[in-house]
């Protein structure tokens, strides 16, 4: 069987890091792996963009340069919009959407917002709290991949491109391949109950929800590789 290339897509004020247990374990089981740096979140800096349909063209236009002729997209928070208006925009090109932390309409309180327009510091505190589940231990490495990226309002950025999104419903209607969506119990950001309209939107869409907060890949590393890997290498 033909093997996708899998590409992981990182949420507001996070980079590819985020995923290194994810494409660790892909690579171990001979898949091509990308995990990009959305604009403005690597090392090179320059600025970031301001809408998630203008990332999903960024995203398409790096699977372009790669060669990436068929891939499975993999997002998290706000990079499951960025990958649902990807596989919308180019269906052809994507044979697998798995969705984690994932919710349309992405709204943002309008007090974190302001926060992390006004006090980027606070608002990681805030974003860092209510990414894991009461009592994970590890809230230490999230918090530290946000400072390290801090600085460049690139917080307020990312949330106000998940608030503004308004074309998930046309996005979703207009996927064709197999979705699938995973949630966290525990999720204060994206909980599972604010998702059931995109779920039911794609049509054939499968959730799975594990014991986790927003920060699945972290909380729940192991289940969500299995998960991944059950659904890419399957269908």
């Known amino acids: 069987m033909h093997k996708p290339t899998v590409v992981f897509i990182h949420g507001a004020l996070n980079d590819h890091a985020v995923w ?4 660790s374990h892909f690579t171990e089981h001979d898949y091509a792996v990308m995990a990009p740096d959305l604009p403005g979140h690597g090392p090179e800096g320059g600025p970031a963009l301001d809408s998630v349909g203008a990332m999903a063209d960024w995203l398409l236009a ?31 090109r994507v044979t697998h959407l798995a969705l984690l932390g994932s919710t349309y309409p992405m709204t943002v309180a309008e007090a974190l917002l302001a926060t992390a327009r006004d006090d980027e510091q606070r608002a ?8 894991h589940s009461p009592g994970y231990a590890d809230t230490e ?14 917080l307020h950025t990312d949330l106000a491109a998940c608030n503004a999104y308004d074309n998930g419903d046309a996005a979703a ?3 064709s391949c197999p979705t699938l969506l ?10 599972p109950k604010s998702a059931a309209h995109l779920s039911t939107s794609i049509a054939g869409a499968h959730t799975i929800t594990l014991a986790s ?11 969500v590789n299995a998960n991944l890997l059950n659904f890419i290498g399957s269908r």
């Open 20 to 23: 290194s247990a994810q494409t």
């Open 62 to 92: 790096a699977l372009a340069t790669a060669g990436v002729s068929q891939a499975a997209l993999v997002g998290h928070s706000m990079g499951s919009l960025v990958a649902l208006e990807a596989a919308a925009r180019e269906p052809a």
């Open 124 to 131: 990681i505190g805030m974003v860092t709290k209510w990414s």
């Open 141 to 154: 490495t999230l918090r530290q991949m946000m400072l390290r990226l801090a600085g460049r309002q690139l």
């Open 173 to 175: 209607a207009a996927v």
């Open 182 to 191: 995973i949630f966290g119990a525990s999720d204060v950001m994206t909980p």
């Open 213 to 223: 907060g927003h920060a699945l890949m972290a909380e729940q590393a192991d289940a």
